[in-house]
């Protein structure tokens, strides 16, 4: 069974920093694309980041380009997220989820981490 | 103002079929697969349509996709209460070299 589960959520102020981990299991990680995706409170679904099975392509939202960093270990199945600069428009769930065979769309989705950037 | 069009809200009753639309453009829905999500309070987005029309196991045929140049819609069939929920539909975009998400619809079984 695939499984995801998010970890390093909170509470930062703005301009700090946090990084979130996606322990995964159930399936062959590092075969698999690998995405972080967010809901902000009363929001729709938001893109943040894609990452290829082998770390050789990234891509960000342009909102958090410059400011987040996506990684992996492929050693140890997990996916990570690196946020700095937070701003509280980053405040939401974030979900680890990862892409399917076709590589093309997301299959499998976490059950979410919460960061909330007040002061 | 999200990449992909959907409307805010749909509304049926029990039995009912109710389609979503989801409107984008040659970057995205044209060129690319279209997936449809499902999401409950409190619960994680749930697939329900993959590569435009194909169903994942566990998914009721009451749920169907299909796709038409840069437009695509979910279809569901028979409706039920355990239906209302918000609906996401998704695709790779190339001019932004990224995944776009629809607004969502928030579906009511009245």
């Known amino acids: 069974e695939v499984q995801l589960v998010e970890s390093g959520g909170g509470l930062v102020k703005p301009g700090g920093s946090l990084r979130l981990s996606c322990a995964a299991s159930?399936?062959?990680?590092?075969?698999?694309?690998m995405n972080w995706v967010r809901q902000a409170p009363g929001k729709g679904l938001d893109w943040v980041s894609s990452?290829?099975?082998?770390?050789?392509?990234?891509f960000y939202a342009d909102s958090v380009k410059g400011r987040f960093t996506i990684s992996r270990d492929n050693a140890n199945n997990l996916l990570y997220l690196q946020m700095n600069s937070l701003r509280a428009e980053d405040t939401a769930v974030y979900y680890c989820?990862?892409?399917?065979?076709?590589?093309?769309?997301?299959?499998?989705w976490g059950q979410g981490t919460l960061v909330t950037v007040s002061s | 103002q999200s990449v992909l069009t959907q409307p805010p809200s749909a509304s049926g009753t029990p039995g009912q079929r109710v389609t979503i639309s989801c409107s984008g453009s040659d970057s995205n829905i044209g060129s690319h697969y279209v997936y449809w999500y499902q999401l409950l309070p409190g619960t994680a987005p749930k697939l329900l349509i993959y590569r435009n029309n194909q169903r994942p196991s566990g998914v009721p045929d009451r749920f169907s996709g299909s796709k038409s140049g840069t437009s695509a819609s979910l279809a569901i069939s028979g409706l039920r209460s355990e239906d209302e929920a918000d609906y996401y539909c998704a695709a790779w975009d190339d001019r932004l070299r990224g995944r776009v998400f629809g607004g969502g619809t928030k579906l009511t079984v009245l």
């Open positions: 989820a990862r892409n399917d065979d076709s590589d093309q769309g997301i299959d499998y």
């Open positions: 990452i290829s099975s082998g770390s050789g392509y990234m």
């Open positions: 159930g399936f062959s990680f590092s075969t698999y694309s």
